[in-house]
């Protein structure tokens, strides 16, 4: 017998169109994960390339740094352009971009050319994400948002996982080489091209909006720098959701941290140095179990709280409460496994962390998309993108570049809390804000 809880928790797929959007997540980032996998593999864990800090540091940098810098500037465009228009050409732009990629892999060039590469892929797939964010209230009720930020990212990001799991497993049945990474860069463009289809069947055209773009807007879009204050306007205008936002940065930052301790364990520790696909699986396990606490977090959020009885922000009050007790665990969690550093408490703490992660992320998104205005949204989750992009890069080379803190377990657990502790300090004052919306009301 099926649940009520179960039925008006699936119910946020009864659109057609929401269906499609949903198409067009999952597909994008299944392609992502076999792109990733297979980066990650040339770069990292090739047998012919040694895995330093610095080099990891580096990696990042190129990866997430320049977007972060440039990222708020493409959610003008997100309010200005066709949502839509932007799905489909922007995941047939990735597509060509991966093919360009595989060909640097094939010739076996880890140079500058693949760096920028990536870096076009990545800023491409970000105006992606920032686009399926800002389009969720157009495909779905709002008494579903909870629902849909709980479900469609998450989904998101369990078909990158799988994906990833099965370009590992392909790359430990066939080989560890870059013939074979370069296909699974092809097939990961195959995947982009795919959800480009899909985004075609969204009807209307504009249905994704933006809709509310008035003329005092347009004019703020002829100067690029003037669109980006407003966005940061209305985003400080709405207390919580800068709360919100803040929680998510300081968790992502310890999230960072932890990314890099966790790939030098699988690295250096748990397995000899001549062993790199079993350094590949260990991480690909810490990055499965990492994926099941988002999936777990997603599946709690939409049925414990999305169908819970009062208004969205009764539910959106209690989806916080919960997203402050979770960050508050993860930080003794974490503790302990870089205390022991034994391989299952690391694949646990990646777990939680995802969990908290995710709890936290809901909630930032469910707030944005509830207190900014459709005229603003594609600003500010770009903004968001920038945030969650520095905060992670700035724990990754924080971590990795500081041999003090690398090298000594005390300092590495210091921070990592500290951070975890801050996130929930401004997810509690989230909370409080809540509360005065809901008195208010």
């Known amino acids: 017998m099926v649940s009520n809880t179960g039925i008006s928790m699936f119910s946020v797929f009864r659109p057609p169109n929401s269906r499609r959007l949903f198409g067009v997540r999952v597909l994008g ?30 990696a990042f940098a190129i990866l997430l740094v320049p977007y972060s810098v440039v990222g708020p500037f493409v959610g003008i465009f997100i309010d200005r352009w066709s949502r839509r228009g932007i799905l489909i050409r922007a ?30 892929s990545l800023g491409i797939n970000r105006f ?42 392909t790359q430990k049945i066939l080989s560890n080489s870059d013939t074979v990474n370069a296909a699974l860069i092809v097939c990961a463009a195959g995947l982009a091209l795919s959800a480009s289809g899909v985004g075609v069947r969204i009807a209307p055209a504009n249905l994704l909006g933006p809709h509310d773009v008035d003329g005092r807007i347009r ?55 001549d062993k790199p696909d079993a350094a590949v699986t260990d991480f690909g396990v810490a990055a499965g179990s990492a994926a099941l606490g988002a999936v777990i977090a997603a599946l709690l959020s939409a049925s414990l709280l999305g169908d819970s009885p009062g208004t969205r922000t009764v539910r959106h009050t209690k989806l916080i409460g919960t997203s402050i007790f979770v960050t508050a665990c993860s930080a003794i969690i974490s503790g ?24 936290l992320k809901i909630s930032a998104d469910t707030s944005i998309q509830q207190n900014i205005s459709d005229a603003h949204r594609g600003r500010v989750f770009s903004i968001f993108d920038m945030v969650i992009n520095i905060s992670v890069v700035s724990g990754i080379s924080i971590y990795a570049l500081t041999s003090g803190i690398r090298e000594h377990t005390i300092p590495t657990v210091v921070l990592v809390a500290t951070a975890l502790l801050v996130s929930s300090a401004f997810a509690y004052s989230a909370r409080v804000s809540s509360r005065h919306v809901l008195s208010a009301d």
């Open 91 to 120: 995941n047939i732009a990735r597509a060509v971009t991966m093919i360009c990629i595989s060909v640097v892999v094939t010739h076996h060039s880890a140079n500058s050319t693949l760096a920028v590469l990536v870096l076009v």
């Open 336 to 359: 302990l496994a870089l205390l022991t550093q034994h391989k299952l408490m690391a694949f646990v703490t990646a777990s939680v962390m995802a969990f908290a992660g995710q709890i």
């Open 29 to 58: 980032q299944a392609g992502d994960g076999l792109l990733q996998t297979a980066l990650a593999t040339f770069v990292l864990f090739s047998p012919q390339r040694e895995a330093d800090p610095k080099r990891i540091a580096l």
């Open 219 to 273: 004019d703020a879009l002829s100067t690029v720098f003037f669109g980006l204050r407003d966005g940061y306007r209305a985003l400080s205008a709405s207390t919580m959701s800068l709360q919100a936002m803040v929680a998510v940065a300081f968790q992502r930052f310890a999230f960072g941290v932890l990314t890099v301790h966790i790939l030098l364990l699988s690295r250096n520790l748990w397995n000899s140095v």
């Open 128 to 169: 992606v994400q920032a686009a399926l964010s800002a389009s969720i209230p157009h495909v779905v009720d709002g008494d579903q948002l909870v629902t849909a930020n709980a479900l469609f990212p998450t989904a998101g990001t369990t078909f990158a996982s799988l994906s990833a799991a099965l370009g590992i497993a």
